[in-house]
């Protein structure tokens, strides 16, 4: 109701220790859906009904527009459209090895979304030379996200309608709003794909080889959610000595963890990620990289290291600036996408969902890697998953709708199917015995 929602803004100003009196500022943007720009004139009629200033920014990612609000709060340029597309174009062509004499073909899946004409408008600006990209589901014909986009080619292990994969071509698929991102490729007819789990490895792997290059002790970590691969974090922590951190599913909570390191890396399965630099790592970066008393590896390696603080949106995950990345750090080592996912090999796993009377009486613990509420479940659940080789199972409340989500790995995906079947089993038992 309108009282509550009185109420609810009122315990937020004092909350937050918000001076009521200090003029206010909103930034906002729209997407490309038809109800956009009649929400966006909304927006404006109340801003100016309460005396506030404003930018409307018309058509953005949400990325763009975290990212124009996280530097104008920072009183750092770029603050706008235009400085978005020039700082991360331009670290994006500095960072690529001046060997490379092709530009980067790549064929990009924009979800019918928002996506596709930012990411035409940073490849003008990088120029052909470096950047040529191929635009699929632009928008021009078809629905937002049907059949298309990260999220369907993730759930559904195929790539989207309008695509036809070739042999030794790359591929990658942008959510509706441009935060998500996932990579996949044709191999010997097989469809293979790289998703957040990959791409947080990779980047993992690339800084903290320029960190040794550059004699630099920082902490580098990786921040995952339960619904990371346990191939991943295996490779990270054994393979390559990289702590991992665990946090519960959801972006606000892997990057309030991403801030304990000096740089930290978050990626939730589904593609959605960035990188967080430290103010003390910036500094030792600028510092090594000026500093004529070392070798110029050791100065190349920090430059690289300056660079990539400006190609990355440390704001929030952004398909965008993920996706050059990606591209550069593939360019630097050249390497295809066969040999990206050569890393590692990811566990087989399976998703399911459980329709339930009541998702609340499901509660977890441990990053939701444990469940302590139907009594006797997680019991259970650890029962069945040491009769599986590689065997992993939790599971979890939905936050939107009336089921349990449940997740399963083994080592085989015929194993990790029936592993995920008697896992859902065992929470319907449960909670019907619950809620009886």
Not at 216 to 245: D, H, R, W
Request: proline residues 4%; hydrophobic residues 40%.
């Amino acid at each position: 109701s309108a009282e509550e929602l009185s109420d609810v803004i009122s315990r937020i100003v004092t909350e937050s220790s918000i001076d009521i009196n200090h003029p206010s500022h909103v930034i906002f943007a729209r997407d490309t859906r038809p109800s956009g720009e009649h929400l966006a004139f909304i927006l404006e009629q109340a801003l100016v009904a309460m005396k506030s200033s404003y930018d409307n920014f018309g058509v953005l990612t949400t990325p763009q527009l975290h990212y124009i609000v996280w530097s104008k709060n920072a009183e750092d340029p770029p603050s706008d459209k235009d400085g978005y597309y020039h700082q991360i174009s331009s670290a994006f062509t500095r960072l690529l090895p001046e060997s490379m004499t092709t530009p980067i073909a790549i064929t990009v899946d924009c979800a019918n979304g928002v996506g596709a004409g930012a990411l035409q408008k940073m490849a003008e600006v990088i120029g052909e030379a470096h950047l040529n990209a191929t635009l699929c589901n632009d928008g021009s014909c078809g629905v937002l996200n049907d059949k298309c986009g990260a999220d369907h080619v993730k759930l559904h292990q195929c790539p989207p309608d309008g695509m036809t994969l070739e042999p030794g071509r790359r591929y990658a698929s942008l959510d509706g709003d441009a935060d998500r991102l996932v990579y996949f490729f044709e191999d010997n007819g097989k469809f293979r794909l790289m998703d957040g789990d990959k791409i947080a490895t990779l980047i993992a792997s690339f800084i903290q080889e320029q960190l040794l290059l550059a004699n630099l002790k920082l902490n580098l970590g990786v921040v995952q959610s339960a619904y990371a691969n346990g191939s991943s974090t295996e490779f990270l922590c054994n393979k390559m000595n990289i702590p991992v951190a665990c946090m519960p599913t959801g972006v606000k909570h892997l990057h309030h963890k991403a801030k304990d390191f000096d740089v930290g890396i978050y990626f939730e399965a589904n593609g959605h990620g960035t990188v967080l630099f430290s103010e003390k790592a910036i500094k030792e970066f600028q510092s090594v990289s000026q500093d004529d008393s070392i070798s110029a590896e050791e100065r190349q390696a920090a430059s690289r290291l300056c660079q990539l603080t400006l190609l990355i949106n440390q704001a929030v995950g952004d398909a965008l600036s993920d996706l050059l990345l990606v591209e550069v750090i593939l360019a630097f080592r050249k390497w295809s996408c066969a040999e990206w996912n050569s890393m590692y090999t990811d566990l087989p796993n399976k998703q399911l969902k459980v329709k339930v009377s009541d998702r609340t009486l499901v509660r977890t613990t441990d990053a939701e890697r444990v469940c302590v509420s139907p009594p006797g479940l997680q019991a259970a659940i650890d029962k069945l998953v040491v009769t599986f080789s590689k065997g992993r199972s939790f599971v979890r409340p939905s936050g939107t709708e009336d089921v349990v989500r449940v997740y399963a790995e083994a080592d085989t995906q015929a194993r990790c199917d029936i592993l995920a079947n008697l896992v859902a089993a065992a929470v319907t038992e449960h909670v019907d015995e619950m809620s009886q």
